[in-house]
């Protein structure tokens, strides 16, 4: 009977060590936070954290938030050699992209998101989607296969009394700043309409300078035609390659028939396509995640000028000149 009893916890032991290393060996991205209470006008900090067995040279993060209850202020990784990647934001989400020279191995944090609170409310800030990253055998960034995602979703009670302001300097490292893009009001109040009125007779008083100009503008978007257009590649797959729009339109995608071929997972086989028409550029979504300046453009085209950014899917980031 000993014996038997023995071979039994002897059989659970190591089930439980098998099960205990299977659990190590997950890679996995989780979203976590000391305390859910605030006050107006304090800060918020949120964790990213992983665990990885394979070293990673990168990570993206994408957050939802309500702009209405809160601010983004920053992300900071304490991750040696790990260097943030500003990107341009939307208003409710904050992007954030990471990346180092060297792989890095990663147990616990990954960056500490800061947050401002506005007022009294009840929210939540939600993972939306989360990525580790390495390079592929020829030498390109890509995410690292089977990696889940654990807890989401922080909830978050802030009282309408104003707080006291904190610096919140915990962590220490590489700061990647996440400043949200100014608010747009549908709604004009009254003496705004007025001040318009006066700007529009303003206007027509320079009419006749307006008319003037018009002759040296549309010289401008001439010469401006007749050089060669370029985009950039600044994040993404190529990175760093230049590509010399001589054909137009360009298509551009993940399928390798595109005229400029993005292997990502986040670009579709078709995503986008750069033409000219009226000595001028533009930019037209196919179905794709398309973003200029971080304005969404969805199934429909918008007006490419020199300095433009251009976001496809995550992380792929172009520069149009």
Same mark, same amino acid.
């Given at each position: ?56 040279? *990168?990570?993206?993060?994408?957050? &939802?938030?309500?702009? %209405?209850?809160? #601010?983004? @202020?920053? $992300?900071? =990784? ?128 320079? *009419?006749?300078?307006?008319?003037? &100009?018009?002759?040296? %503008?549309?010289? #401008?978007? @001439?010469? $401006?035609? =007749?050089q060669t257009p370029t985009l950039q590649v600044k994040h993404g797959p ?35 396509k750069i033409f000219t028409t009226n000595n001028g550029y533009y930019l ?38």
């Amino acid at each position: 009977m000993k014996s038997f009893t023995a071979c039994v916890l002897a059989i659970v032991f190591t089930f439980a060590v098998v099960m205990n290393v299977s659990a190590q060996a997950a890679e996995s991205i989780w979203l976590t936070a000391n305390t859910t209470a605030y006050k107006t006008g304090e800060t918020v900090s949120v964790t990213l954290n992983a665990a990885s067995t394979t070293p990673i040279q *990168g990570f993206t993060f994408q957050i &939802r938030y309500d702009p %209405d209850c809160l #601010r983004p @202020v920053n $992300a900071v =990784s304490p991750i040696p050699g790990m260097n943030g990647l500003p990107l341009p934001q939307l208003r409710g989400q904050v992007d954030g992209s990471y990346a180092s020279t060297t792989p890095q191995t990663v147990n616990g944090v990954l960056a500490e998101i800061r947050f401002v609170t506005l007022g009294g409310c009840q929210t939540d800030l939600m993972l939306e989607s989360a990525a580790l990253a390495i390079r592929n055998a020829e030498g390109f960034a890509a995410p690292l296969p089977g990696v889940t995602i654990g807890e989401r979703n922080i909830a978050l009670n802030i009282d309408k009394e104003i707080g006291v302001s904190q610096s919140s300097q915990s962590i220490s490292g590489s700061i990647l700043p996440l400043d949200p893009p100014p608010p747009t009001y549908p709604k004009i109040p009254g003496w705004a309409i007025g001040l318009l009125g006066i700007l529009l007779i303003a206007g027509m008083v320079f *009419g006749g300078f307006k008319l003037l &100009r018009k002759r040296n %503008d549309n010289a #401008r978007k @001439v010469s $401006a035609a =007749s050089q060669t257009p370029t985009l950039q590649v600044k994040h993404g797959p190529q990175a760093g390659k230049s590509f010399e729009l001589n054909k137009l339109p360009c298509l551009i995608g993940r399928d390798s028939v595109n005229d400029i071929c993005i292997n990502d997972p986040h670009v579709i086989s078709r995503h986008a396509k750069i033409f000219t028409t009226n000595n001028g550029y533009y930019l037209m979504d196919l179905g794709g995640e398309t973003f200029i300046n971080g304005q969404a453009v969805r199934k429909s085209s918008a007006v490419l000028k020199p300095g433009d950014v251009v976001r496809l899917g995550k992380s792929a980031l172009f520069v149009f000149g």
